[in-house]
């Protein structure tokens, strides 16, 4: 029977393959929306796929990534991304016939790349990034409305089925996320501008703080709000940053090429003591950022 | 009368030159804690001189620096860097014999020189720094809490009388800072490292983001938490942080060069594909963001 347009897509069996704190919300969110009327959750620890099936994030637990999407019409692939593309190879023989495969990873090109390369033409694979998350992680920290009002950028490629498309970014709205298409090389290219970016540099502050602080401990005592705010990312993981950034690292090193124009633009002008020429180009950082406060 | 040890050293009549945000801030606390007997604020604005009476941030109200310091034991200068380079010019010739002047401007060695260079001997100048602050800004958002628990920096030079930089710090301990002395070197070197630089860095950062949006407007979609808290202290005042930069160029520029030491050590361990490497550097500096959040 087919769906009225107001209907939310709902699938019969959805397969999510690590079950953390995105993994978990996104099983918390299906089930609470009723968008999935099985999920299958897979992790690795035992204590991991109890504290899922008690919080009802998943509706069945398994150890095995082949035997949980044999059955499923959707799988969600929730891992860093270096584990991903594991998760792909482990589950290329398993998949049914006309499964849409979709991933959380925080880079696209490298996934999508090895998604084409492994997986078998009777299924589609469309790359995702929930731009959602919290210092927190685990299952323990999953929340149904982890999503909500959250971009969720796809990024299918030229042989993408327009049909599977569809599907997903119906699913993602009734998730009450935003789906935003673009390709996995644009995607690569703005997250590293607007995510990888500024980590490297939260990284590098605190590390030449850290040196500073050798010669001058006194430097910890004045690292005030703004330093904090600026340098919180840095507290990331460190193993999974190492992977977005290994996996990045063409677009990451060539925006790092033009920030370091855009700081040289501003050391220019102090060395030139051209104060105007400053204030301009603070002007126009200052403006740019309160717009951006103004679209929340 | 001699004061007991265990009294806060009060004032007879302190003056605040420039009544916002921290000069507002600071006549409340001095009048909370009975720790002047008239405080005596000089503004420009009309507007501002009756805001500061009537919110009690100020006993007296004047537009004339000179005639507001003649009979002050205490003057603050509470303005951006280079007001406040002329605020010591306006004052110079008024100020009293044995009259303690201080300042609370974000670099201290163009200042410190300037007024070694322009008062009197007859009176002690010893630069200072509350590391406290608030985005919002003017005597309307003045609190008297404000620096309860803050740093406050105060950079004292070889001729500074030992018992006027006590009774400084104590007037400080008072206001519920904690004072932490420096000479004007090494205030300018710290705050490159731990302010001045997170700026530049935080304004070249929105500035590249402003470039990749004209071509992918997408890219502010998806800028989330993390860069809105990398990127905020770019919202500062333009026209102040250019005479911050100009006025702590050398320090700043100095810092830039290791800073951008740090980038490199990253950016050469993802050419190289140095996962380990590069994952000990990220490690490095999770571990002292977290040390930092411990401290406070």
Redesign the interface.
Known sequence: MPQAESEPPAFQTVAIIGVGLIGGSLGLALKQRRLAKRVIGVTRRAETLQAALSCGAIDQGSHDPAEAVSEAALVFLCAPVKTIIEQLEAIKSSLPAGCLVTDVGSTKLEICSAASELLPTSVTFIGGHP??GSEASGVAAARADLFEQ??W?LTPTGGTPGASLDRLSSLISALGA?P?V?TPE?HD???A???H????????????????SEE?P???????G??????????????I???V??SN?EA??S??V???E??E???DR??D?D?EG??Q??????Q??????N?Q
């Open positions: 731009m959602a959250a971009t950028l935003k935003l673009m644009e290219e703005l997250t501008a607007v995510s970016i500024p980590h490297l540099l939260a990284a590098a502050l605190v590390n030449l703080t850290t040196k500073v001058h006194e430097a910890l005592e004045i690292a005030a703004g330093f904090r705010d600026m340098t919180r990312i840095a507290l990331g993981e460190p193993g940053w190492r992977d950034f290994l690292r990451v090193l925006q790092l033009e920030l370091k855009e700081i633009r501003l050391a102090m060395r003591g104060a400053l204030q180009l603070l002007a126009e950082a200052a740019a950022r309160a717009k951006l406060n679209r």
